[in-house]
């Protein structure tokens, strides 16, 4: 058999997909339902010479691979919902200093402890804003195996592209369900490596003085250049700055970096849309049986459609406004209490086109929790 | 090469109060360094959030400021990525065993190459003066204002349970045995902790009605000893000084190298 092709866990496909990627440090500490991330990693990582830790803690596992990503390393950790929660400080802190790295969110219901063995998609709002202060993250997801490891390495490219932390958010479904993947041969899926400066050492380096293109170029800790690092705000050294202008342009760096280029960090796919009249959004595990759906009713002659979004955030509110422009009904389908219908509500017109078909109880949305909306919708009644 | 070649003469002044204690470390360590002939690109320093913690910025090495309390798990990752680097991670009394407390004993327990200098001032200079875990009972501060009845951890102590293969203590009244004290524990391979006595005027000092900074030093004087001096054994209360523990033991990065040979077969 092609050693290339596997039947494993969306988890499993997440640690192929970050060493395709290059990772080459992983910290983290276990919960359910990520914890099969860590362990592939603790064997895979040092038969490649590479490095894994568990840490004491989540909240030092993310403070971990910021460090390891100064170095010149790419790094990643996973977690889960309190976990999670526990990230956001160091989240931030990426966020400030622009340290590329990847953190995996494999959700489970909350809040707090929750349903750690059930599904659920309800840390949208969390990727989103769990951090404080004004501003912008990028956040993907994935429905199959196949696409748990392209939307990885993508999420590995952002990062390094843009110098920002990267969210995938996955689910317990897709973290444990077994399926098949067939890993690319090298180079099918292009992977984005650390941009490092050409500035000659002895010649002042600025870490934080973005190029014409916008990108900012990095210097590994230990090689010629010696800057700062800090999550005050700061100026194109790196050194604490409360000026305002300095101040008032980092902020925007920051937002902008991501905002202006929405088109190059989204992803999506297309299922029956051209002449949908009903149009579904979806996405992760719960975008399995909206499509189940849309070809059980096209069978049946009705124009249904899906939108399945593989990024949350920025939110391609152009994308999702274009793509609903001549549905009559729009079904968001998640399994929370409507945070992507809340953003999906913000970029249509008419927004009381919109209806949400949701699961909150920790069980997996099934296809016929969606027909008893779209039933609902049509008048047919349950 | 010279102290002040190790400085960013750029982010000058600093911001600390006139007889602050930091400087004083700030100048003991450089002056280590220096006697070392360590080249400043081997040399990452990584601080937490305080007043103690700002000693990264005026540094001429890589220097990563990062969260209050988080300075060592940061400096995990540094280190661990790329262990040839030398990491030095200066940390105040409340960042190093209040919020950070746990990342401390694991560094320790961990026995990773790094060196953990707690500049203990018993006190929050940065936020104004609050109690912190080694203020000690009785003590006076603005949040404890009929004195503190929380207990002080022995940094030595809780450094050594937890397994640091280097732990020491000095004051900022002893700069000289300070910088001898932080070259033994940069050249030690394996985490070392030195915990040094230093002085807030402006808050601990105030509070506590301990004079300006040059009487906090003579307290310095007053009531340390050397390790296992004569004066120690007629006055128990007297705060020894000196290393304590300097013991050689497999470091972590090295034992990883261990594991990435056992996963390869030998291969690697
Ligand atoms: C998570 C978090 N909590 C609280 C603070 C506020 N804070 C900043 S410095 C500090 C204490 C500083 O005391 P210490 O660590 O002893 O350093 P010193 O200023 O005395 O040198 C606190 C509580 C913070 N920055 N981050
Ligand atoms: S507040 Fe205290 S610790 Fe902070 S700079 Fe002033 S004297 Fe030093
Ligand atoms: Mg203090």
Known sequence: ?382 | MAVKDYIRERFFPHMWCPGCGHGIVLNSLLRGVEQLGMSKNEIVMVSGIGCSSRISGYVDFHSLHTLHGRALAFATGVKMSKPELNVIVPMGDGDALAIGGNHFIHAARRNIAMTAIVMNNRIYGMTGGQYSPLSGYGTAATTAPYANIDHDFDVVQLAKAAGASFVARTTTFHARQMTDILKSAIVHDGFSVVEILTQCPTYFGRKNKMGGAAEMMEWFRDNTTPIGSKAKQENPDLIERGIFVQEEKQEYCAEYENVIKRATGGRS
């Open chain 1, 1 to 382: 058999m092609n050693d290339n092709i596997k039947f494993v866990q969306g988890n499993e496909a997440c640690v192929e997909a970050a060493l395709y990627a290059g990772l080459e440090f992983y910290a983290g500490y276990p919960i359910t339902p990520s914890t099969e991330i860590a362990e592939h990693m603790a064997v895979r990582l040092p038969k490649l010479g590479r490095r894994f830790i568990q840490m004491e803690d989540e909240i030092s596992s993310i403070c971990a691979i910021v460090g390891a990503s100064l170095t010149g390393h790419k790094a990643m950790t996973a977690t889960s919902g309190p976990g999670f929660s526990l990230m956001q400080e160091g989240l931030g802190y990426a966020i400030m200093a622009e340290i590329p790295c990847v953190i995996v969110n494999v959700m489970r219901g909350g809040p707090s402890t929750g349903l750690p063995t059930s599904p659920s998609q309800s840390d949208v709002y969390q990727a989103r804003w769990g951090v404080h202060g004004d501003h912008a993250i990028i956040a993907l997801t994935a429905s199959n195996h196949q696409d748990v490891f392209e939307m990885t390495v993508h999420a590995f490219n952002m990062a390094e592209t843009y110098r920002t932390p990267v969210i995938l958010l996955l689910d317990e479904v897709i973290g444990h369900m077994r399926e098949r993947l067939e890993i690319p041969g090298p180079e099918a899926i292009p992977v984005v490596d650390r941009l490092r400066t050409s500035v000659r050492a002895g010649i002042d380096y600025h870490p934080y003085l973005p190029r014409e293109d916008g990108r900012l170029p990095m210097s590994d800790f230990g090689s010629e250049h010696r800057y700062n690092v800090t999550g005050l705000a700061h100026d194109m050294w790196g050194f604490p700055s409360s000026n305002p202008g300095v101040v008032h342009g980092l902020l925007r760096h920051l937002t902008d970096k991501i905002k202006n280029n929405v088109g190059n960090i989204t992803r999506h796919k297309e299922y029956y849309l051209e002449d949908a009249r009903t149009v579904l959004i979806s996405y992760g595990s719960s975008a399995r049986s909206a499509l189940h759906v849309v070809e059980h009713q096209r069978a049946r002659g009705e124009r249904l459609g899906l939108l399945e979004l593989q990024s949350l955030w920025p939110f391609p509110y152009g994308l999702v406004e274009e793509k609903c422009a001549y549905a009559r009904n729009i079904i968001v389908v998640e399994m929370n209490m409507g945070q992507i219908t809340r953003a999906v509500k913000r970029a249509v017109k008419d927004p009381e086109r919109v209806v949400l078909a949701n699961r909150i109880d920790g069980v997996f949305i099934t296809p016929t929790d969606i027909k008893n909306i779209l039933r609902l919708i049509q008048g047919k009644g349950v």
